[in-house]
């Protein structure tokens, strides 16, 4: 048996994920990190202090039948490119180090963002697609990017930047207008939840600059409606569609662009339905990680041990 421990301590979630490299099957614990009512957020030393506390935990919750680990991914920034840097992924990188030195095993350094894109392959069942250039959206809470991704012996994907949101990532725009109705953060959920009893549609305009887009103005436009009097349903909607329809008219351009590339859709905004469903109509050849898998997570950094690990014993 090959199993391969993943490690990823997020701005929102502390996981584990156990990849068997033989049977390809995943096993995930992972516990959200805790955000008092009306608060858009933590800081930074609170999540490290969070993150000590849950990965015990969740790691006793996976390892309690003690398998015997082949290797340990982990995520130690959130992208690959100089400069990226958070204090929360310490935690997982200093945890990852003692479980390879207790255990003799080799341990496997990566992003946040490498392990989001394998965990949506691995659930779309297109794992195959290390092996060729796609496209790919990472729209999260700290993430709004188009990135063309070009297979890489070392990294398994070398990123090059498409496309972005030049102000407000659109997982920061969905908690902001979800704390702003109400809602406990993070708000995706049940922003989405709220939404589906909207009965309006809208005729959305996205700003759309070259490639990139804005999102900061959706905020205020928002907060106007509720002050307004607008049903909150209605608003969510608003949010939602706007995101979706900004996302479209993105990656139309970058398939334009980039000679219809198959586009892989990962992060957790693109877990919501209302978005997926949109863009599915739109781009066929698209592929979707299922909520699992799209929210933060570590199965995408087990899987990335167990790739680089095959290649060194080649």
Not at 115 to 125: C, E, F, I, R, T
Not at 158 to 177: N, W
Request: aromatic share 8%; net charge positive.
């Amino acid at each position: 048996m090959s199993n391969f421990l993943g490690i990823d301590t997020s701005n929102y979630t502390t996981s584990v994920a156990l990849y068997n490299s033989e049977t390809k099957e995943v096993k995930q614990s992972k516990i959200l990190l805790n955000v008092k009512d009306g608060e858009k957020g933590l800081r930074q030393s609170t999540v490290v202090f969070e993150h000590l506390k849950q990965l015990p935990i969740v790691l006793g919750n996976l390892l309690e039948t003690s398998p015997k680990l082949d290797g340990v991914g982990v995520s130690i920034k959130p992208r690959n490119v100089e400069n990226s840097y958070m204090p929360c992924f310490l935690c997982g990188e200093k945890f990852a180090d003692s479980i390879s030195i207790v255990n003799n095993i080799p341990v496997y350094k990566t992003s946040h963002q490498i392990g989001h894109m394998l965990a949506a392959l691995y659930s779309a069942d297109k794992l195959e697609y290390i092996n060729q250039s796609v496209i790919m959206f990472h729209v999260s809470g700290g993430t709004t990017e188009c990135l063309l991704c070009e297979p890489d012996k070392e990294d398994i994907y070398k990123f090059k930047l498409i496309a972005s949101s030049l102000d407000l990532k659109a997982g920061q725009l969905i908690d902001r207008v979800g704390v702003m109705l109400g809602l406990k953060f993070p708000c995706g959920a049940e922003l989405e939840l709220l939404a589906k009893q909207s009965k309006s549609e809208f005729n959305i305009k996205p700003t759309i600059k070259g490639m990139d887009c804005c999102l900061s103005g959706v905020e205020n436009i928002c907060e106007k409606k509720l002050k307004a009097g607008d049903n909150k349903a209605d608003i969510a909607k608003y949010c939602l569609t706007y995101v979706s329809k900004t996302i479209e008219i993105m990656a139309a351009l970058a398939v334009e662009k980039f000679s219809n590339k198959p586009i892989i859709f990962a992060g957790g905004v693109m877990s919501n339905k209302l978005i997926k469903s949109n863009l599915i109509k739109r781009f066929p050849a698209s592929y979707f990680a299922s909520p699992e898998f799209s929210c933060d997570n570590a199965v995408g950094t087990a899987i990335y041990a167990s790739l680089i690990n095959s290649r060194g014993n080649l």
